[in-house]
């Protein structure tokens, strides 16, 4: 059994206020892109749970692999069988495009057909927050309007499907650690709910991604990116996430557009 886990951006991302827990409150609209990493799992050989990843190198031990932990988080709650998980990496690393968290939220979803768990989207979705704050929104894998921790969810219409995204990542590599250290949490003065239902060329002044002012300063290749995006005829622009990737919807009709690329 393949499939093919999707990157996202991030249209807006607002840090709102710090939690009690160590967490802080944001909202965003979290939307999926056509950039794939590859994950296949098939029975085991020799009855024993194998992980190989190949592709973008992935830094740390691969036993902390988030597909493994999707793996071990089921297995404890169910008598899954012994698998040989095989992933390839094309969404790049540290780059706030969540190619970790769809990774194990495809392997969820896979073993829960694979092994026939019969489990709903709710109880994916609520398995998937146990890995990470955005892993659940890629059990539906759509456009959402996300609050909290960036775990609750309501529907957003949007529609980018008459422009082309086209994303880029610098040799940098940016920690959300380091970027929530850098930013100051505060309501903004236009709900981004209100922000995202203007025309899309009206994005430009309007629709920010709070981290982008600390990591700019830290890491200026990350803006001249967003720059250049500019220059070439984006319409919007912005650095995606927590960094350091940096996206720009550009028209279709667009001439010599520029390629997705990861340094």
């Given at each position: ?7 996202k ?36 050989v ?11 190198q ?22 899954l ?36 768990l ?89 629709l ?56």
């Amino acid at each position: 059994m393949i499939c093919f886990p999707s990157a996202k951006i991030n249209l807006g991302l607002h840090v709102l206020s710090k939690r009690s827990d160590g967490y802080h409150n944001i909202e965003t609209v979290f939307y999926p892109i056509n950039l794939c990493d590859a994950l296949e799992i098939v029975p085991a050989v020799g009855g024993k749970t194998v992980f190989s990843q190949t592709g973008i190198q992935v830094e740390g031990n691969p036993k902390d692999n988030l597909v493994l932990k999707a793996y071990n988080l089921l297995k404890k709650d169910f008598c899954l069988p012994e698998v040989a998980i095989y992933l390839f990496k094309k969404i790049p690393v540290g780059a706030g495009l969540g190619g970790g968290s769809s990774d194990a939220a495809s392997m969820i979803k896979m073993l829960n057909e694979f092994a026939e768990l019969n489990l709903s989207k709710k109880k994916m979705e609520e398995y998937a927050s146990q890995i990470g704050a955005d892993c659940p929104f890629f059990i539906q894998n759509k456009p959402v309007f996300a609050e909290g921790t960036g775990n609750i969810f309501s529907p957003v219409s949007i529609s980018l499907k008459d422009y082309k995204i086209i994303v880029k990542k610098p040799s940098v590599s940016v920690s959300t650690k380091t970027a929530y250290a850098k930013v100051k949490p505060q309501q903004p003065a236009i709900p981004l709910k209100e922000i995202i239902c203007l025309p899309i060329n009206e994005w430009k002044d309007k629709l920010i991604n709070d981290f982008e002012s600390g990591i700019f300063a830290q890491n200026p290749e990350i803006e001249a990116l967003k720059q250049q995006f500019y220059t070439e005829g984006a319409v919007y622009a912005s650095m995606s996430g927590s960094g350091s990737a940096v996206f720009g919807i550009f028209p279709k009709n667009s001439r010599n557009l520029p390629e997705s690329k990861a340094d």
